[in-house]
């Protein structure tokens, strides 16, 4: 007999709000009337805490304090009850638009364990051999210089960007095979370890730049060939989840040009940034969420908050554990504290006031990337973070944690240390016993 899940009350809200937005007559409420049926379906938990499921099919934590709404995973399991809500007090930003809920999912999972698959790095590699072939005379190196050498052409500066634009968390194992391929064309190591290679995850202007550039210098089809370049390796991207959404919103980005050819030339006389808010507005809405790093900073680090405590939904305090992770960012300017929900806050608070923040990204650090306080006195450890289960959730962990750490950075400019933040990299230790190798080296 087929065992029956027991019923959860914020899974029962779910599927009522889904089925709501998935009705056609959605589509023609406005956001007052969408907003009326929402806060009806306001749930609260015994604690007093209410939740609403709402913008990008994502649950929403009311804060007592302040009134706001922040992205928040529910407490699953727990008992709740529907009660009704002021409709004037939720706003906009967390009321469904429609296209928002049919998001392509994704996965949080670093590029640590889990290799890519052996059909992707095979089919980047067949590009990153011909794009090395190319002249630098004719594809200068406009953007990527700090990873590049000087005379790699720019084709090969725009697999890269491409593959790291679209990786929802850049931090790979040190002998990944999609990174090694770019071995010979490096300007330096990459930042990391024979670990980790902890990388920075380039804006979209980066890639922009590339074409853009070509363009006003009169080599349209020098230009077309870079833009065919970055929709070849978003196409090979998409079989890997881990890829697949910034991929799938890169591909809506660029191919339009490849199918009109000199789209973006009149754009390109007004400069990169214009060309790359010109490939943005290209982007349908049912892929925003996966353009939040470059249209909103903000919800960008909100929602890889929710995608951390989420990876660590097996623990009973999730909010916790998140804490534990997002001490380790550099805060000096406090103002981390006022972006977290109350039950986030409530636990980096605690660990604040023991000394246990900021303990590994400060603004200053030893050449190492260990964090030292004014004077040189090492930070205390960081608190101790819950070790996950299996090799699959220690992956989606430390994905989201250092998807974390890149929003936060986008947000402040807080710099990723050489050999990544404490808490990943404890889970690095963990990981590097059971790594999935086997495809090494064979495409």
């Not at 990008?56 to 699953?76: E, I, M, S, V």
């Not at 660029?254 to 060309?275: I, K, M, Q, S």
């Not at 977290?340 to 050449?367: K, M």
């Amino acid at each position: 007999m087929t065992a029956v899940r027991p019923w959860d009350a914020f899974t029962s809200a779910e599927a009522e709000v889904r089925a709501m937005v998935a009705d056609p007559r959605w589509q023609g409420l406005s956001v007052p009337d969408r907003a009326h049926v929402l806060a009806a379906r306001v749930l609260v938990t015994q604690d007093g805490d209410r939740w609403l499921y709402g913008a990008y099919a994502r649950w929403h934590l009311h804060d007592p304090g302040d009134g706001r709404w922040h992205p928040a995973p529910p407490p699953r399991g727990e008992r709740a009850r529907k009660v009704g809500h002021a409709t004037a007090a939720l706003p906009d930003q967390v009321v469904p638009t429609g296209p928002d809920f049919a998001a392509e999912p994704g996965s949080t999972q670093a590029f640590i364990g889990p290799d890519v698959l052996p059909v992707v790095t095979g089919q980047i590699a067949e590009m990153v051999r011909g794009a090395g072939r190319k002249s630098e005379l004719d594809y200068p190196l406009t953007a990527f210089g700090e990873i590049f050498a000087a005379d790699v052409p720019s084709t090969v500066a725009a697999v890269w960007g491409t593959i790291m634009w679209c990786a929802y968390a850049p931090a790979f194992d040190g002998n990944e095979r999609l990174i090694t391929l770019f071995g010979e064309y490096l300007r330096r190591s990459l930042p990391g370890d024979e670990w980790v290679r902890w990388l920075p995850a380039p804006p979209l202007l980066d890639l922009v730049t590339l074409v853009s550039e070509r363009t006003r210098a009169g080599r349209p089809r020098a230009a077309l060939r870079l833009a065919a370049l970055i929709a070849d390796t978003a196409q090979a991207l998409l079989s890997d989840i881990r890829f697949r959404p910034r991929a799938l919103a890169l591909l809506t980005m660029v191919e339009p040009v490849l199918r009109r050819p000199g789209r973006d030339d009149a754009t390109a006389a007004r400069g990169d940034d214009a060309v790359r808010r010109a490939w943005l507005d290209r982007c349908p809405p049912r892929l925003a969420l996966a353009l939040l790093p470059e249209t909103d900073p903000d919800a960008y680090f909100a929602h890889s908050v929710y995608d951390l405590v989420e990876a660590l939904g097996f623990v009973q305090d999730a909010s916790g554990a998140a804490a534990a992770y997002l001490a380790d960012l550099s805060d000096s300017r406090r103002m981390l504290p006022e972006r977290l929900n109350h039950r986030l806050r409530r636990a980096y608070v605690e660990l604040e006031r023991a000394g246990l923040t900021g303990t590994s990204a400060a603004e200053r650090t030893e050449p190492e990337g260990f964090a030292v306080r004014p004077g040189g006195a090492p930070v205390p450890q960081a608190a101790a973070v819950v070790t996950p289960p299996d090799r699959e959730s220690k992956a989606a962990v430390l994905g989201a944690a250092y998807a974390t750490c890149l929003a936060w950075g986008r947000l402040t400019g807080a710099k990723v240390p050489q050999h990544g933040l404490a808490g990943q990299s404890a889970l690095v230790r963990e990981l590097i016993h059971e790594r999935d190798d086997h495809h090494i080296g064979h495409p």
